[in-house]
């Protein structure tokens, strides 16, 4: 069992940064790939980044490839989400989530999920 707990959401302005986090309970966070997704009032929640267990290998979706990293801290139980040159379009509510095995880009096969933390950028 995990439990994920987000934290770093806020507001600001296009252009500007915002660095997520998602700290893990248990003590086996890293054997899991570890993944953001986000959802907008409205939309289906998308796929924004994964990280594999080891943290060798990473995903992006195309709209933030280039503007945002995930990296991951297994000492600490910690992923992040450094977003920069945020957009209008980048507001919604963010989870990080957590799956064994594979990284995948997925929301279905992903087994645990945080509560979310808002990102609203104002234009």
């Known amino acids: 069992q995990v439990q994920l707990v987000e934290s770093g959401g806020g507001l600001v302005q296009a252009g500007g940064s915002l660095r997520l986090s998602c700290a893990a309970s248990?003590?086996?966070?890293?054997?899991?790939?570890m993944g953001w997704f986000r959802q907008a009032p409205g939309k289906e929640r998308e796929f924004v980044a994964a990280i594999s267990w080891s943290g060798s290998n990473t995903y992006y979706a195309d709209s933030v490839k280039g503007r945002f990293t995930i990296s991951r801290d297994n000492a600490k139980n910690t992923v992040y989400l450094q977003m920069n040159s945020l957009k209008p379009e980048d507001t919604a509510v963010y989870y990080c989530?957590?799956?064994?095995?594979?990284?995948?880009?997925?929301?279905?096969?992903?087994?645990?999920w945080g509560q979310g933390t808002q990102v609203t950028v104002s234009s």
């Open positions: 989530a957590a799956k064994m095995g594979i990284t995948t880009t997925n929301p279905y096969e992903y087994d645990y």
């Open positions: 248990g003590r086996t966070f890293s054997s899991y790939a």
